[in-house]
């Protein structure tokens, strides 16, 4: 039961490291200037989802459902 309790401890701190290097590689949410001259409309604005972006945004929500439920594991101490 340690070594399972210890695996699961090295994905969460490597799941914490992942999280931080994505939320760090997306751009920001304020739009700038472009946004008061509407440049904001353009092809990769309408389909944000499918960028480079979107992919960053869906990865992160994926990686926070995950840390949720192994901290929450963790602290439970099912492990």
């Known amino acids: 039961m340690a070594a399972l309790k210890t ?18 590689m997306q751009e920001g949410k304020s739009a700038g ?15 944000k989802g499918r960028s480079m972006e979107g992919m960053l945004v869906k990865v992160t929500r994926a990686l926070v459902v995950l840390f949720m439920v192994i901290a929450a594991a963790l602290n439970i101490g099912s492990f």
Not at 7 to 24: R, Y
Not at 33 to 47: C, E, H, M, Q, R
């Open 33 to 47: 200037l472009g946004a008061i001259s509407g440049a904001a409309d353009t092809y990769w604005g309408k389909n």
């Open 7 to 24: 695996i699961v401890t090295v994905v969460f701190i490597l799941i914490c490291l992942a999280m931080t290097v994505i939320i760090l």
